[in-house]
């Protein structure tokens, strides 16, 4: 067990080297005049040359990375090209808007799934085909018009919600939940539709497994059957596409958070990328890279405990 | 974005595409799918031809015109320029800039993939470890950093997208190429001196063809929605039309002109939804042809429904004729419902009964409807199967039209089961002890500890060397002797009147099978159980029963004491099952054709 996270997060740690190299590299190639940006049109050729010497773009590629990587090992990520603000401090506040969204839609979406996706494998029929129909239409629109559709009806014609704004949890939690609510269904939704697919697929697979005829000739009722052995075998793949869907969640939140004008990481993730602030561009890259991680840790656990056979090791 | 792409069922090269077209042109929702995205195709291919302004024409006299207005069939947007105009441009760079990305993913997943599967070795592991770290990245992120380092190009932005796509098809055909590779046809093409090339275009990339066309129709749809979200956000090319651009631009004037959003999001949306639909009435269509070809199979082993002949039977001696009768069976009919209404019979109207204390031989080969008597008779039929017409009269209960009310009261205290095949009836997630201690809490209402002491006692009955220790075990941790023990326990731990046991020595070892029937024959006389023991095996009759049933084709042909069969086998059938054990010594041997019992 301990082993294994071990040999997990050192992988981990693998990964987001690999990652962070590879976004340092395309950035450095393609970065262009950032200082002359920086300064604006008005700046003297002097001034331009001493600030790209101040963020030491005159150096070579290798040392420049060096230099990144060597502060961000110490969780020194340096600061904004562009607003001067720490880059932990800036990716951190805003990593909580985006994940508290995230985590709420993975969450709504896990239990509506699970209780669409079951109740289409075991009754079947005319609910089967409702459920499946559904969730191809969830599949198949786009995250963002789903948001649009939701703040044209909800927000701007009903009035029940405001639709745009964000109230931190600290300030008010009625607040919080009513700034939250629409880009959370407006995430969930295609999560759940997803979600319901595999586990109906699951759950289907499961219910024609050997075992489940042997316990129910044993005198267990279908519905114990079907919720304690069942679901549990059905699990391992239907939290394996929630983990897939999750890392997708954290991308269509950046463009949710558009929508709906979250201060989250998909507006910074905007604004640095236009500017090309490389140093917040790199922790956006580094905070996204180091949820997959985790998030796929945490799966893989939850995995290991739900089937016995999935050795940690 | 690393959407999930939802698998995508295998077929055999055999299928040829037209049948596929053809069944797809059949699902309506196909039709209608494949109808809009020709529409759509069409716009794309000629739309800047029938636009009737300049896209780009912007004007301050026509902003936010309302549709209709000044020959403005659907209005202007924010900067006055032509709606429609704008909508069949866009359509052009838009479908266009989705395809450079289905492209870019196809090429590479599909040549990665077959080059990985086909080749294998390091070539194997570094394709799989770039898709995986391609996976690992959210998309929309590394397009968010390609547009910084690039501009706003959509055409480049969807070819970067279709880099991170491939794994998709990577992934696919990877998984259709290694198993293809082993087949006995591809090494028969490889002796027979085909170069790799031809093996590939012939073998292997007709197995992946449909599937990979599934995929594309959905990789399609995602790279439309991701290239519209970009747009959207402001980050595309602002120069040239899009869908996503307009619906920004509508997004703006959301409280002034909320139906500038109308028509991108209507060609976005209904666009995204066609083509899922299609990928959708795709695989359904290739998942039809393959349990269609299934279904044939099965078909051919279960025959057509026989006439049903007179039953030999043999007169019951004494001492088995005084028992009572447990269960009696008459006139059974399991049928399965089939999609297009019919009803396929597999047991065409059998009668049986089983005395209390007897062992009962239901014998007969694959297909012969053994199994499905015995599923019937436990309620326990697989979906879509049901007792069409007779009766199960079980100790005065009818259970052949009987609920699940019925049948909880019956089922585990009073007719057990023990499967044929050990390992896959255990669940692998729970412990041994949890399976065996979770139904003696519920059919007997035990204590846990009650039922733990006797789990354990159980075990130790059954033969198991280490009872704590297989109790503590999941299955994957014993042998498959042990798990038909446990199995075995577990059908008696509830003290049964009748247990049927299904084939249950077919898929142990030959020294185990002999043990195992010991134990069945010493627990049937020490539970005084009635047993109901479904065999292919003369064999095993002769050894363990009292009375036999020989089954053929879904119905009984012959009946009687083992005693009275072995001596006087009449129907044709029976002999020729006998003849299988007499001559050759080896039970399990060939049996002989159907065609001679005909008469």
Known sequence: MLTFIVRRLLSGAVLLFVITTVAYTLLYLGGGDIARRILGQNATQEQVAAKAVELGLDKPLLEQYGGWLSQAVTGDLGRSWFSGQLVTVGVSSRLSVTLSIVIGAVLIAAVVAVTLGVLAAVRGGVIDRIVQFISVLGFAIPGFLIALGLVLLFAINLKLFKATGYVPITESFAGWLASVTLPVAALAIGAIASVTQQVRGSVTDALNRDYVRTLRSRGLGSNRVVYKHVLRNAGGPALAVLAVQFVGLVGGAVIVEQVFALPGLGQLAVQSTTNGDIPNVMGLVLATAVIVVVVNLLIDLAQAALNPKVRLS | MTELVAP???????????????????????????????????????????????????????????PGEQGYVLGADSAGRDVLSRLLSATQISIGAALVAVVVALALGVTGGLLAGYYGKWFDSV??????????????????????????????????????????????????????????????????????????????????????????????????????????????????????????????????????????????????ISLTLLANALRDALERSSTAKKRRRAGKVNGAPAERAAVVGHADDVRAAKGEVLLSVRDLHVGYDQPDGSVTQVVHGIDLDIRKGEVHGLIGESGSGKTQTAFSVLGLLPAGGRVSKGTIDFGGLQLADAGENVYRKVRGKRIAY???????????????????????????????????????????????????????????????????????????????????????????????????????????????????????????????CDRVSVMQSGLIVESGPVRSIFNHAEHPYTQSLLDAILEDGEPRGALAPRKEVSA
């Open chain 2, 127 to 272: 394709s799989s470890w770039l898709t995986g770290l391609i996976m690992a990245l959210p998309g929309i992120v590394v397009l968010l950093a390609a547009r910084a380092v690039l501009g706003p190009s959509v055409w480049l932005s969807m070819a970067i997208f279709g880099v991170l796509m491939s794994p998709a098809f990577f992934r696919l055909v990877y998984a259709s190429v290694t198993a293809v590779r082993n087949e006995l046809y591809v090494d028969a093409a490889r002796v027979s001196g085909l170069r790799d090339g031809r093996i590939i275009s012939r073998h292997i990339l007709s197995v992946v063809r449909a599937p990979v066309i599934i995929q594309a129709a959905m990789i399609t749809g995602i790279a439309i929605a991701i290239q519209s979200g970009l747009e959207f956000l402001g980050l595309g090319d602002l120069s040239v039309p899009t869908w996503g651009g307009m619906l920004s631009d509508g997004f703006t004037k959301i409280y002034n002109a909320p139906v500038l959003m109308l028509w991108p999001s209507l060609a976005i949306g209904l666009t995204c």
């Open chain 2, 8 to 66: 995508v069922p295998i077929v055999s090269p055999t299928r040829a595409k037209t049948s596929l077209m053809r069944r797809l042109v059949r699902n309506p929702v196909g039709l209608v799918a494949l109808f809009f995205l020709a529409l759509v195709a069409l716009v794309a291919v000629f739309g800047p031809l029938l636009a009737p302004a300049d896209p780009n024409a912007a004007s301050l006299q026509t902003i936010l015109l309302a």
């Open chain 2, 418 to 544: 023990v499967p044929q095949e050990p390992m896959s009836n255990l669940d692998g997630a729970f412990t041994i002890g949890s399976q065996l201690v979770e139904p003696m809490r519920v059919v007997l209402g035990l204590s846990k500890q009650a039922a733990t002491e006797r789990a354990l006692a159980l075990l130790a009955r059954v033969g198991l060397p280490d009872p704590k220790k297989t109790f503590a075990s999941y299955p994957h941790e014993i042998s498959g002797g042990q798990a038909q023990r446990v199995l075995i326990a577990g059908a008696v731990s509830c003290d049964p009147e009748l247990l049927i046991a299904d084939e249950p020595t077919t898929a142990l070892d030959v020294t185990v099978q002999a043990e195992v029937l010991d134990l069945l024959r010493d627990l049937q006389a020490e539970f005084g159980m009635a047993m109901l023991l479904v065999t292919h095996n003369f064999g095993v009759v002769a050894d363990l």
